[in-house]
């Protein structure tokens, strides 16, 4: 059976997943990994989301305020081998349900232009491209989404 809680960074099992995430997309950016990496810290996020899969974490997610009425979609990751199961799917609405109940209008996100799953979950998910933001901006390879929550703030 699987579930969801919500936790903060300090959460053992996040910082585990986290860790393989980081060994996974230090593999796959190559040499621009370390320009995403400072981008990635995961010290004093206080909204994270982890998932079980018969009381093993299996995936997890965090979000972090982006501006007065947004939330950034961050550190999202299952095993490898528990994808295809709907759990990416259910951390991520936990997480915009979170957002909704802070008070924020709509969640943004950047990933990476060859997530092809990535970018499939959050489209199915109703996020929509948009220019990229911020440290993003001009960035070759990187794709920035948004969705909104609320009709308004």
């Excluded at 997309?25 to 998932?51: P, T």
């Excluded at 961050?74 to 008070?103: D, H, N, T, Y």
């Excluded at 209008?105 to 799953?117: F, S």
């Amino acid at each position: 059976m699987m579930k969801t809680i919500r936790a903060t960074s300090e959460n053992p099992d996040f910082q585990m997943l986290v860790s393989k995430l980081d060994q996974y997309l230090a593999i796959r950016n190559g040499e621009s990994n370390d320009f995403y990496s400072q981008f990635n810290k995961i010290d004093l996020i206080q909204h994270v989301v982890v998932a079980y899969l018969d009381d093993k974490a299996v995936g997890c997610g965090a979000i972090k305020k982006f501006d007065e009425y947004s939330m950034e979609v961050k550190r999202m990751f299952v095993l490898p081998e528990f994808r295809g199961k709907g759990i990416a799917g259910a951390v991520l609405q936990e997480l915009e349900k979170w957002s909704e109940e802070l008070g924020m209008a709509k969640c943004v996100l950047e990933t990476g232009d060859d997530m092809a799953d990535a970018i499939g979950l959050y489209q199915k998910s109703g996020y929509k491209r948009t220019p990229n933001y911020g440290q993003y901006e001009g960035v070759e390879g990187s794709v920035c989404f948004e969705k909104v929550l609320v009709l308004s703030p």
